[in-house]
């Protein structure tokens, strides 16, 4: 039997040392941005490639579902990624660089928050997107690791995870999703709990 304790001990630090560093200040002001979503009925689009796509999906469930369900008005999350058809379509025809950008187009409103996931901050489909939200005028919560790359100097709330590791950054950015949908089931539905 292999005996990987250590290995577990180290990579539990790394996670530990990174939640200790995270910029609370930032959180809190994601919070505020989605929560003003939320008063004007606006809508948060929010994407990522590879395991950061599981992520915003994740993220749109627990926003519409699990903090929306006692609320008699709901959060509108729309993940880009979640309509195969139309991503495969656009990265067909036009590239794959458009896959996020070209969805926002015609569709974002004022008002509508977009979120952007990026593990280095530089995948170009996602800061092509973000640009064209600034460009917009619509804020951007930008969701990073590593340090942050085109997309953390170019939103307007930066979600970060200090880490060179892109598994712990992906951890991090589920544990973002998990903190803020609980602090938002207890400011707004008054429970301390939501399901998903």
Known sequence: ??????????????????????DI?????????????YERGSTVYIF???????????YQNDFNKGVSETLEKK????????????VMAVANDIGFEEVFRYQLRGHLKAGDVVMAI??????????LAAEYAKEQGNEVIGI???????LRKLCDVSLHAPINSMQ???DIHMIFDHLMMSVMCKSLAGIDHCKE
């Open 1 to 22: 039997m292999t005996d990987y304790r250590e290995q577990i001990k180290s990579y539990l630090a790394y996670e530990q040392a990174t939640l200790a560093a995270l």
């Open 25 to 37: 200040e930032s959180i809190n002001q994601a919070l505020n941005v989605l929560e003003g979503a």
């Open 48 to 58: 990522g490639n590879g395991g950061s796509s599981a992520t915003a999906s994740h």
């Open 75 to 86: 959060f509108d999350f729309r993940c880009l990624n979640d309509n195969i058809a139309t």
């Open 118 to 127: 990026s593990g280095s901050g530089n995948s170009a489909n996602v800061v």
């Open 144 to 150: 990073t690791g590593y340090n942050g790359g085109k």
């Open 168 to 170: 712990v950054t992906e």
